[in-house]
C-alpha cells in the first residue's frame, strides 16, 4: 500500500496572498494558463499577477483555454510559453485551465517533442506548476492526471503522463462568482470521484482515508446543494475540501466506470463534465452492490442515505436526466465493453450484460 502525493496543497482564506513567498520559489519567468473570463471576474488572476509584480516575475498570460481543452489549445499555449521561455506554470480556474496547464508544463519542458507525445508513454519532466482551482469539483490540483479533448483521434480521455502541481492554492471565496448550477455539477463530480474511487479495484484501507472523509465532507454540503437557494458562503471552503480530497482519493485509485462511460457524452453532445459522470453513478454502486455489498452501505452511511434508490433520487434531484437514442448509447455501449482499462477497476468484473444494464438504467433511451 502506497500514500503519494507530491504537491504541497494548501486550502484556506486568502490561500494565494498567504503563499506569495511559495509561488515566487516555483521559477523566474511565469506563463500563466486561465480560460476566457472566469479568473479575471472572480479576482483569481489579479492575486496572481499583483504577487508576480512585487517580485518582479515577468510573466505572459494564455487565455484561451476552452471547456474540456483540446490537444491543439495545449499546443499553442506550449507555443507561446517556449518563444517567451517561461520556466514555470500557473493554472488558474476549472479544471479545463488546470489539465491543460498540465500538459502545457509538460510540451514546453521538452521543446524536441510535438504534442504527439502527450497520448505516448515516455518518462518526461514538466515545468513546475502552480494550481488554482476555481470550481468545486475536478480535484486536478491534487491528481497527476490531464484529461484533454483530442480531435484528431475522436476521442476525450487522460493523456499517458502523470503531472501533479508542485503548489495548489485552494481558496473557496473564488466560488462567491459561480452560478448555483456550476457548483451543483463540479460538487456531482466530486462526489463521483469519492464513489468511483472507494468502488475501486485499486481500493485499499490505505487510501480510503481520503474517500471516507470526502463523503463526509461532501455530505454536510449535500442538504445545501439540494435547495433552491443559493449556496451560503460558509460553505465554499467545505466544498472545496470535498473536491481536494476527492482528487486525493483518485490520485492513488483513478477514475473507474462513470468516468470511462461519460466522455462519449461530453465528446459528441458536450454535457458537462460533472453532470455526464453523475448520470452513470447510481447504476454503478447497483451493480456493485451484489458483489461488495459492504462498501456500497459504507457510503451510502457516510451520505446519510437509506439506499441506492435514494442515491439515485438525490443525483437526479441535483442533475435532471439525459435523453439518447438507443442506437447511440448501443455505440457507446459497444466501445465501453473494449476499455479494459476502465473496466478493470471496477471492484468485480463487469459482463457485457452489466455494461448495458449501466447505461440502460442511467440514460432514458429513445
Ligand atoms: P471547466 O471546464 O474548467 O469550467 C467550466 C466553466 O466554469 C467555464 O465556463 C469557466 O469559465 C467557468 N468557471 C470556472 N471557475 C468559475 C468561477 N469561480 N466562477 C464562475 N465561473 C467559473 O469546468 P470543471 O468542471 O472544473 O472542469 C472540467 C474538466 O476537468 C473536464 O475536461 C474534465 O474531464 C476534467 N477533469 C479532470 C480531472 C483530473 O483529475 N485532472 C478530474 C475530473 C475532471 P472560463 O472558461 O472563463 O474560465
Ligand atoms: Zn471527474
Known amino acids: 500500500m502506497r500514500f503519494y502525493i507530491p504537491t504541497d496543497v494548501y486550502v484556506e482564506k486568502n490561500c ?38 512585487n517580485g518582479k516575475v515577468p510573466y505572459g498570460i494564455f487565455d484561451e483555454v476552452e471547456e474540456n481543452p483540446s490537444v491543439e489549445t495545449v499546443a499553442r499555449a506550449a507555443q507561446m510559453g517556449k518563444t517567451f521561455a517561461a520556466d514555470f506554470i500557473i493554472g488558474i480556474g476549472g479544471g479545463s485551465p488546470i489539465d491543460a496547464a498540465k500538459a502545457i508544463a509538460l510540451l514546453i519542458a521538452n521543446p524536441k517533442e510535438t504534442e504527439e507525445i502527450l497520448y505516448t508513454p515516455k518518462k518526461l519532466d514538466a515545468l513546475p506548476l502552480v494550481a488554482i482551482p476555481t470550481t468545486c469539483g475536478t480535484g486536478t490540483e491534487a491528481t497527476p492526471a490531464s484529461v484533454l479533448t483530442n480531435r484528431k483521434g475522436g476521442f476525450k480521455k487522460s493523456i499517458a503522463h502523470k ?25 456531482v463530480d466530486a462526489l463521483a470521484h469519492l464513489v468511483e474511487s472507494y468502488l475501486n479495484s485499486q481500493s485499499n ?39 481536494t480530497l476527492a482528487g486525493m482519493s483518485i490520485a492513488h485509485t483513478s477514475t473507474a466506470v462513470p468516468h470511462g462511460m ?63 437514442p438507443r442506437a447511440t448509447v448501443e455505440k457507446f455501449a459497444t466501445r465501453m465493453c473494449g476499455n479494459s482499462s476502465k473496466l478493470k477497476l471496477s471492484p468485480c468484473e463487469l459482463s457485457k450484460e452489466n455494461v448495458w444494464e449501466i447505461y440502460e438504467k442511467s440514460l432514458i433511451l429513445l
Not at 503531472?163 to 460538487?187: H, Q, R
Not at 442538504?223 to 467545505?238: C, D, G, M, T, V
Not at 457524452?265 to 456493485?288: D, I, S
Open 16 to 53: 494565494v496572498k498567504n503563499h506569495e513567498k511559495d509561488i515566487l520559489a516555483c521559477g523566474k519567468k511565469a506563463l500563466i494558463v486561465t480560460g476566457k473570463h472566469s479568473a479575471k471576474n472572480n479576482g483569481s488572476l489579479d492575486e496572481v499577477l499583483e504577487i508576480l509584480k
Open 163 to 187: 503531472i501533479f502541481p508542485k503548489l495548489s492554492l485552494v481558496d473557496g471565496k473564488y466560488l462567491a462568482f459561480a452560478s448555483k448550477e456550476l457548483i451543483v455539477n463540479t460538487a
Open 205 to 243: 484501507v490505505y487510501n480510503r482515508m481520503f474517500p471516507e472523509y470526502g463523503l463526509k465532507c461532501w455530505e454536510q454540503n449535500k442538504e445545501a446543494l439540494l435547495s433552491n437557494s443559493p449556496i451560503n458562503e460558509n460553505l465554499y471552503e467545505n466544498l472545496m475540501l470535498a473536491s
Open 262 to 324: 461519460s466522455y462519449d457524452l461530453t465528446y459528441n453532445f458536450n454535457v458537462p463534465h460533472g453532470k455526464a459522470v453523475g448520470y452513470f453513478l447510481a447504476a454503478y454502486m447497483e451493480v456493485c452492490e451484489k458483489a461488495v455489498p459492504k462498501d456500497v452501505r459504507t457510503i451510502l452511511d457516510l451520505l446519510k442515505l437509506k439506499d441506492v434508490a435514494a442515491f439515485a433520487e438525490m443525483v437526479k434531484a441535483l442533475i435532471g436526466t439525459y435523453e439518447l
